[in-house]
Antibody
Framework: EVQLVQSGAEVKKPGESLKISCKGS????????IGWVRQMPGKGLEWMGI????????RYSPSFQGQVTISADKSISTAYLQWSSLKASDTAMYYC??????????????WGQGTLVTVSS | DIVMTQTPLSLSVTPGQPASISCKSS???????????LYWYLQKPGQPPQLLIY???NRFSGVPDRFSGSGSGTDFTLKISRVEAEDVGVYYC??????????FGQGTKLEIK
């Protein structure tokens, strides 16, 4: 069974750094793109970027380029989203996701449970 | 970025009645590989989104057949033939023709009357 399990909720102060994680299991971690989606309180969904763990090819949506860093450690099947200096406006729920794909097992599309990040002084 | 525009932004539907949501993209979602990269998601309260429809009209695993998708190019529609109480939530269309700039529509909130 494919699963994406995210790290727990975080409460941080403006200016602090943060790295949240998403551990994949039940599939070949290095063979599928994995992405991050932001949902600000009461708002819609925004793709932030995506990484191919097999070769670490990373692409960012223009709005998030330079604002966050996406990485992956294939040795532990874990993707990361990190900030070097948080702002109050980074307060949001963050989801990791395996966006739609089709392989020998058929179609797939999987999401983590979400990590709530609260940035407040 | 491709802009996805959904209408209406909210729906209030009596159980058993149909519902329809429109999604228009600012550019064609038809790829040179012949596929159209348009998806529909439902986000139920307190949950991550769940895929309902992929590539315009294909129901994802476990999705009831009361859900259907149609359209082409830049105009797409999600229809629910008979709304049930469990269908409440926010519906999003999403395009993935442009890696990494996938974009979602604003969302359509479905409520039960």
């Amino acid at each position: 069974e494919v699963q994406l399990v995210q790290s727990g909720a975080e409460v941080k102060k403006p200016g602090e750094s943060l790295k949240i994680s998403c551990k994949g299991s039940g599939y070949s971690f290095t063979s599928y793109w994995i992405g991050w989606v932001r949902q600000m309180p009461g708002k819609g969904l925004e793709w932030m970027g995506i990484i191919y763990p097999g070769d670490s090819d990373t692409r960012y949506s223009p709005s998030f380029q330079g604002q966050v860093t996406i990485s992956a450690d294939k040795s532990i099947s874990t993707a990361y989203l990190q900030w070097s200096s948080l702002k109050a406006s980074d307060t949001a729920m963050y989801y990791c996701a395996l966006p739609y794909y089709y392989d020998s097992s058929g179609p797939g599309d999987y999401w983590g449970q979400g990590t709530l990040v609260t940035v407040s002084s | 970025d491709i802009v996805m525009t959904q209408t209406p932004l909210s729906l209030s539907v009596t159980p058993g009645q149909p519902a329809s949501i429109s999604c228009k993209s600012s550019q064609s979602l038809l790829h040179s590989d012949g596929k159209t990269y348009l998806y529909w998601y439902l986000q139920k309260p307190g949950q991550p989104p769940q895929l309902l429809i992929y590539e315009v009209s294909n129901r994802f695993s476990g999705v009831p057949d009361r859900f259907s998708g149609s359209g082409s190019g830049t105009d797409f529609t999600l229809k629910i033939s008979r709304v049930e109480a469990e269908d409440v939530g926010v519906y999003y269309c999403m395009q993935s023709i442009q890696l990494p700039s996938y974009t979602f529509g604003q969302g359509t909130k479905l409520e039960i009357k």
